[in-house]
């Protein structure tokens, strides 16, 4: 049986990519690169491993199932569409490159919502298309 895309999931594969890549990094202190990197230099303590090897398997799911589902071209196309989406922000006045904490914002926001259509593009385009997906199994 095939699952069919609903904005629940959808909002549920959302939250875990910004998790995954706000916790990974962002402008502030509070993420894993700084607390691994911390102000004593680099902490190699088991916990710090622990956390890094879970976010490293989350990225290693949503970068597969990204480029799995939507391919080279589509994530290609994505960040295209998101760099147009700055770009536009920019020439609206909305956003100034002056700030290079609200573009690093912004696109950690964008780079966490392409993860997420990334990782539920197999379930949006049978929505659209009636085409299923399914995986290449060498034999």
């Given at each position: 049986?095939?699952?069919?895309?609903?904005?629940?999931?959808?909002?549920?594969?959302?939250?875990f990519?910004?998790?995954?890549v706000?916790g990974?990094?962002?402008?502030t202190d509070?993420s894993?690169?700084g607390?691994l990197i911390?102000d004593?230099?680099?902490?190699?303590?088991?916990l710090?491993?622990i956390?890094?090897l879970v976010?490293?398997?989350?990225w290693i799911i949503?970068?597969?199932a990204?480029f799995?589902s939507?391919?080279?071209?589509?994530?290609?196309?994505g960040?295209?569409?998101?760099?147009?989406?700055?770009?536009?922000?920019?020439?609206?006045?909305w956003?100034?490159l002056?700030?290079?904490g609200?573009?690093?914002?912004?696109?950690?926001?964008?780079?966490s919502?392409?993860?997420a259509?990334?990782?539920?593009?197999?379930?949006?385009?049978?929505?659209?298309t009636?085409?299923i997906?399914?995986?290449?199994?060498e034999?």
């Amino acid at each position: 049986m095939y699952h069919s895309f609903d904005f629940g999931s959808f909002m549920l594969r959302l939250v875990f990519a910004l998790l995954l890549v706000f916790g990974t990094w962002n402008p502030t202190d509070w993420s894993y690169l700084g607390w691994l990197i911390g102000d004593e230099g680099i902490r190699l303590e088991p916990l710090v491993v622990i956390v890094g090897l879970v976010l490293l398997i989350g990225w290693i799911i949503y970068l597969r199932a990204t480029f799995m589902s939507m391919g080279w071209l589509g994530v290609i196309l994505g960040a295209a569409l998101f760099a147009a989406v700055i770009w536009l922000f920019v020439d609206m006045g909305w956003l100034t490159l002056d700030d290079p904490g609200m573009i690093s914002w912004l696109i950690l926001l964008l780079l966490s919502l392409l993860l997420a259509v990334g990782i539920s593009w197999s379930h949006i385009r049978r929505r659209l298309t009636g085409q299923i997906d399914v995986d290449e199994i060498e034999t």
